[in-house]
């Protein structure tokens, strides 16, 4: 370049002649010429395309190749090296592998796709699906956790699950549009199968129920993506692993579901405080507009579970999601509703709740509640030793105590009585069992009825009031008909 401004400059200030200039500086009169024409060097400018008579002939091959793999998974279409070695072997190409290298990368680029810059009006969002490992309890595992992102403030708000279920997709919507304060006007998703049942012909899609339900509930209006097009929803992508790199790493321990999303929750108000490049607001300032532009939200929030109907079998249980929930056995054989929340599931009959449990994610896990079975058990004694339901039940070491007295006093009949014991626990607490079980043993009335009694008089507060006589192993007090004389006794005198 600074060549190019002598030359220029002895011809045109000095005015100096063109062979004057070519040997003072030793340079072709025609560079001179060219220096002239140009004030930079115009650089090097192809009059015709590179030709390539090796790799010539074999180019349709290439190109056909590389458009059907345009068809194909992207983990199995072909490498510059697996089209080199396809070349060699089935066509009988005797060129090397780099200008087949080159000309596949060149390809390549050229079809990568372009996007054009969108502008996203206030009270929109987007919502996806993401998965990252957490430790909940001890217990290393993969937490599936749902992002809804509003693209005009960029304000975020994730929550995890156990599993990406329709529940789990209800309950985050839920949880952020009451995070958020207001419900979006539009939401845009991938076809996931919890919201799109069918893609129709035509573009349309059939929606599922429960979406269908909760979008009535909140009145939001919802645009699904085009299949396999995960830059539709860039957003919400881009928050996926935003709050993965940000929010769960290292991987996160909590005690339990609950406590890891409040801790994301606290991490989506600190995300608040950021000011985006380009923005001179913080990400919490111009959230304001999207608040205003949201719809308000309902009286009551949405239910968030799935509604099955179900039959209780033959042994008291239920089936939900591959698990079998117990009832108590006065319902066996009847119609009941299962209600799955994230964290419980509910059976109800009629307009009557009969069992609640914590929500299992196995597969054949089998979840008993003791207290369902212990009418049966009243009536089939025999089946106290062997009951799967009571297995693993931790009941004070009182309970086994009394156990043992009342089979070793009344022998069959004592299992019975314990198990009618037991069932005290339908209405009263354990503590209040404890207590009153402790209390029968120190006064060694080892009896139903003796445990009853002291327990409803530690209720009411008032004093045991136990006729002995229902006791016949107990000694009963002699006591002898007292005389005057007897008192002299206090005073020290024995009388004559």
């Given at each position: 370049m600074?060549?190019?401004?002598?030359?220029?400059?002895?011809?045109?200030?000095?005015?100096?002649?063109?062979?004057?200039?070519?040997?003072?500086?030793?340079?072709?009169?025609?560079?001179?010429?060219k220096m002239l024409r140009y004030s930079a060097p115009p650089g090097y400018q192809r009059q015709q395309p590179v030709k390539k008579p090796k790799l010539g002939p074999w180019l349709g091959v290439i190109d056909a190749i590389l458009q059907d793999d345009q068809t194909k998974k992207k983990k199995q279409r072909h490498t510059a090296k697996r089209i080199f070695d396809r070349l060699r072997d089935e066509h009988g190409?005797?060129?090397?592998?780099?200008?087949?290298?080159?000309?596949?990368?060149?390809?390549?680029?050229?079809?990568?796709?372009?996007?054009?810059?969108?502008?996203?009006?206030?009270?929109?969002?987007?919502?996806?699906?993401?998965?990252?490992?957490?430790?909940?309890?001890?217990v290393e595992q993969t937490a599936h956790?749902?992002?809804?992102?509003?693209?005009?403030?960029?304000?975020?708000?994730?929550?995890?699950?156990?599993?990406?279920?329709?529940?789990?997709?209800?309950?985050?919507?839920?949880?952020a549009f009451e995070y958020f304060g207001g419900v979006p006007k539009f939401i845009?998703?991938?076809n996931t199968k919890i919201a799109v049942a069918k893609i129709l012909g035509d573009g349309e899609r059939k929606k599922t129920r429960a979406f269908c339900e909760l979008q009535s509930h909140y009145l939001f209006e919802?645009?699904?993506?085009?299949?396999?097009?995960?830059?539709?929803?860039?957003?919400?992508?881009?928050?996926?692993?935003?709050?993965?790199?940000?929010?769960?790493?290292?991987?996160?321990?909590?005690?339990?579901?609950?406590?890891?999303?409040?801790?994301?929750?606290?991490?989506?108000?600190?995300?608040?405080?950021?000011?985006?490049?380009?923005?001179?607001?913080?990400?919490?300032?111009?959230?304001?507009?999207?608040?205003?532009?949201?719809?308000?939200?309902?009286?009551?929030?949405?239910?968030?579970?799935?509604?099955?109907?179900?039959?209780?079998?033959?042994?008291?249980?239920?089936?939900?999601?591959?698990?079998d929930y117990s009832v108590p056995t006065a319902y066996g054989h009847r119609e009941v509703l299962v209600k799955g929340y994230v964290h419980e599931v509910v059976i109800a009959c009629g307009s009557e709740v009969i069992a609640r449990h914590r929500r299992s994610y196995e597969r054949e896990d089998m979840i008993f509640h003791p207290l369902h079975y212990l009418a049966l058990l009243e009536e089939k004694i025999r089946a106290l030793d062997q009951a799967a339901p009571l297995a693993g039940w931790e009941l004070p070491e009182c309970f086994l105590h009394l156990r043992r007295l009342l089979e070793a006093r009344l022998g069959k009949h004592g299992k019975r009585e314990?198990?009618?014991?037991?069932?005290?626990?339908?209405?009263?607490?354990?503590?209040?069992?404890?207590?009153?079980?402790?209390?029968?043993?120190?006064?060694?009335?080892?009896?139903?009825?003796?445990?009853?009694?002291?327990?409803?008089?530690?209720?009411?507060?008032?004093?045991?009031?136990?006729?002995?006589?229902?006791?016949?192993?107990?000694?009963?007090?002699?006591?002898?008909?007292?005389?005057?004389?007897?008192?002299?006794?206090?005073?020290?005198?024995?009388?004559?």
């Open positions: 600074e060549l190019y401004g002598r030359v220029r400059r002895a011809v045109f200030v000095e005015a100096k002649s063109q062979r004057e200039v070519a040997q003072e500086f030793g340079i072709a009169r025609e560079t001179v010429r190409y005797t060129g090397g592998y780099t200008i087949v290298k080159d000309y596949v990368r060149l390809q390549k680029v050229r079809k990568q796709e372009m996007f054009i810059p969108l502008t996203h009006a206030p009270g929109e969002a987007q919502a996806d699906f993401g998965e990252a490992q957490v430790v909940i309890a001890g956790y749902l992002v809804m992102d509003l693209p005009h403030s960029d304000d975020c708000f994730v929550r995890a699950y156990p599993a990406e279920t329709t529940e789990a997709f209800q309950d985050a919507h839920v949880q845009l998703y991938d919802e645009r699904f993506g085009r299949p396999g097009k995960g830059n539709d929803k860039g957003a919400a992508e881009g928050l996926v692993g935003y709050a993965r790199r940000n929010f769960l790493v290292p991987i996160p321990h909590a005690s339990g579901w609950e406590e890891l999303n409040q801790r994301l929750l606290e991490q989506c108000r600190k995300h608040r405080e950021q000011r985006v490049w380009g923005h001179e607001e913080t990400i919490g300032e111009r959230f304001e507009h999207d608040h205003a532009a949201f719809l308000p939200l309902p009286a009551t929030p949405y239910e968030a579970c799935e509604k099955r109907t179900a039959k209780v079998n033959s042994l008291s249980l239920v089936r939900y999601r591959a698990n314990y198990v009618q014991v037991l069932r005290l626990l339908e209405t009263f607490t354990v503590t209040e069992v404890t207590n009153a079980i402790r209390d029968a043993l120190h006064l060694s009335t080892i009896s139903l009825d003796a445990v009853k009694h002291l327990l409803l008089c530690r209720i009411e507060h008032r004093p045991p009031r136990l006729d002995l006589m229902q006791y016949p192993h107990l000694p009963l007090p002699q006591v002898a008909t007292t005389q005057p004389g007897d008192y002299m006794a206090l005073l020290g005198e024995v009388p004559a």
